[in-house]
């Protein structure tokens, strides 16, 4: 047996209380003169329970000992029970288990956990999760911890969505519409004299402020259903147990029956000189304290192309910087009118180059920065300045720290993402994950939020109904925005066959920009029906105002099965933009003209 004196090592000393805790139904480590270890004590013998005591002020090097076990339980103070292995806590906890009967259970065998369910991941999905399977009456805890980026920027409670994504995306996107209303105004007789301009400053405060507020009532939120708030980097260490450190590095220890893991993503670097030094993403972008400038956007992805799209659309210089294709994984034909429309609006594209060194030239708010890129076609190699760089080429899944490894949670090796199954269940039975960080799914926070009530319900509420990831609706907040449901047409091609589908196409012309004359032949619908299945739709996509509050209805009806014989025989509201997708009557495959060339 290890020696248990001053010379015995760390390691020799743990694992010496490990062969105590694994030899003997209880074990307490106590001091002989302690009135809680002599009450804990008492508790036993009044049980007729046999225990294994340590008294450390009478052992050698106790006080080592006694350093250790706050090492694996967090709790510093004894007495310090163990029952068949189990860490059960001091002379409360072990009061409290007694007369809750848990200490019963533990004798017979039985498990004992602080919590039924541990969610770690504070956005929409844990939320959601939390606050359901409290309100079926179990006890909750849920951990919350933003990292900060290398800029420095944090936040507060309710994730990616509510902080740094589509909240003040959203209002962003809003604060540019208005700008153009403001030049359609005049057109329709509104004067005024006055020189117009942005106010970054006076915007980004008012949006901070009302995300703020979304923080505190999502605290009130927790506090009201029962849900425990944890604000710390929660990782787990050993099956069941997850290790807590808080911002100012207290750990503290905590064990579930159930866990959910709803962590999200974050933005991905180039991993290229001068990334993380000088650039921002949209996790900085939305709270800067300043206007940033002559922009240039790294990437294509949705994200990308909205934040160009609002910066430009509130005066700036932008350039978007791309690799392949604009919005991998959406409609193509769609994108390719994003992207038009973009450049025809004053956004630059700078196509087929990635940078390959960023270096700062001036610091400041916003300062200069240097960008060299090299084409993805050639030799050829670019320099430009500007004064923020904005990285947006995508996100990584935040499964890298949290000791998934520890407990054997099975990863995608190329992403890093959970697999689950229709359950959301990992490998591991008594672990689930919902949001982002599963693989295979719709990223996107109603899908969160609906995954996350069902699965609690599931778990404690003897329903049964599983997440339908099909036929999901979204939208691309770009200047122009573009809502869709169902197939892009490239992927109802491959699954159906060339000939087995019919694309029926309108553009359209909303009436409210007829008197300023603007982009008669910009906007752009179409559906895409199997003409196997009675012509059922399963692509909707729609590039126009509004576009996703159109997109909400149809998805409804795509749910419900609808068939292109239905949307004919839906009478329209006129006049909208909407009305478009009751009218249409030409297929790409008939090659006929459907630009429109009158008044309407």
Known sequence: MAPTGSSASPAELKTRIQTLVDSYPVVVFSKSYCPYCQKVKELFRALDIDIHVEELDLLEGGSDMQNILQEMT???????????????GGCDKTVQAHEDGLLTKLLEGGEMYDYDLIVIGGGSGGLAASKEAAALGRKVLMFDYVVPTPMGTAWGLGGTCVNVGCIPKKLMHQAAILGQSLTDSRKFGWEFDEKVHHNWGKMKEAIQNYIGSLNWGYRVALRDKKVTYNNSYAEFVEPHKIKATNKRGKVTYHTGEKFIIATGERPRYLNIPGDKDCCITSDDLFSLSYCPGKTLVVGASYVALECAGFLASLGLDVTVMVRS??????????????????????????????????????????????????????????????????????RDACTKYIGLDKVGVLLNEKNGKISVDDQERTNIPYIYAIGDVIDGKLQLTPVAIHAGKLLARRLYGGATLKCDYVNVCTTVFTPLEYGCCGLSEENAIALYGEEHIEVYHSMFWPLEWTITARDKNGCYAKVICVKLDDYRVVGFHVLGPNAGEITQGFGAAMKCGITKYQLDNVIGIHPTCAEVFTTMNITKRSGMDITKKGGC
Do not use: C, W
């Open 325 to 394: 294709i604009l919005l991998r994984g959406f409609d193509q034909e769609m994108a390719e009118k994003v992207g038009a429309h973009m450049e025809n609006h004053g956004v630059k594209f700078l196509k087929k180059f990635v940078p390959t060194k960023i270096e700062q030239l001036e610091a400041g708010t916003p300062g200069r920065i240097k960008v060299i890129a090299q084409s993805t076609q050639s030799t050829e190699v670019i320099e430009g300045e500007y004064n923020t760089v904005l990285i947006a080429v995508g």
């Open 74 to 88: 967090g709790q510093k103070t004894v007495p310090s029970v163990f029952v068949n292995k189990a860490h059960l």
